[in-house]
């Protein structure tokens, strides 16, 4: 079993809706959780950085920790085609030397 | 600012050639760096990282080499280029848990 699950996808949807985007993750010793957005041929963009259970919104931009369930969440509001990409989740422990990613969700969102 | 430097962008090399490729860091000191790889459509592979000069650490059993010879800089080699070392080549660092990752280098191996 991975460490950290995510659905690759792709994912399409139509421009202005609510895009939910999940992880689940095995290892409760996580504290720190992040979401990256990649375009195309880019290096990951740091988008949400998280570190207690509860939601931390950002603009569009919404990203849920809870730790009980072991999942994390990112909620994108009025999507733009603007925010087609590959996002990817990624975890890790105070003092860690390494974050544990995704896959990562391909997501398209249609004019 | 941090700002993170990878070249070159994009490169095409022949199997069994050589490789070298560096990363350099702006604006922060004694940062942990890492090397990532990512094939086409998959997710991020953690090549190397390291925590110091001179410090490094494997992930992986490849025919890839890093080496850390300055506090921000990152090099990753090969002697001999495989097909399969063709992807997407990330170079990160990590400040209190956050990654910060550089544009990239798409290596092409033919």
């Known amino acids: 079993q991975k460490e950290v699950e995510q659905d690759p996808g792709p994912l399409s949807v139509p421009e202005g809706a609510i895009v939910s985007l999940n992880c689940t993750y095995s290892n409760s010793a996580f504290q720190y959780f992040m979401w990256y957005r990649q375009y195309s041929r880019k290096g990951p963009e740091l988008l949400m950085y998280?570190?207690?259970?509860g939601n931390k919104e950002d603009g569009r931009f919404t990203a849920q920790v809870d730790k009980s369930s072991k999942y994390i969440s990112l909620f994108i509001r009025d999507s733009q085609p603007s925010d087609s990409a590959t996002y990817l989740c990624?975890?890790?422990?105070?003092?860690?030397?390494?974050?544990?990613f995704g896959q990562g969700t391909r997501l398209t969102i249609n004019p | 600012s941090q700002t993170i430097h990878q070249w070159p962008a994009t490169l095409v090399q022949p199997v069994g050639s050589p490789l070298s490729l560096e990363c350099t860091v702006e604006?922060?000191?004694?940062?942990?760096l890492y090397w990532y790889r990512q094939a086409a459509g998959r997710g991020l592979q953690l090549l190397f990282y390291s925590v110091g000069i001179g410090q490094i650490s494997s992930e992986v059993p490849q025919n890839l080499s890093a080496s850390r010879p300055q506090d921000r800089q990152f090099i990753l080699s090969s002697k001999k280029l495989l097909l399969s070392d063709s992807g997407f080549y990330l170079c990160a660092w990590n400040i209190q848990g956050r990654g910060y990752f550089g544009p990239g280098t798409r290596l092409t191996v033919l």
């Open positions: 604006g922060t000191s004694n940062p942990n």
């Open positions: 998280t570190y207690s259970s």
């Open positions: 990624a975890m890790t422990i105070q003092g860690a030397q390494k974050l544990v």
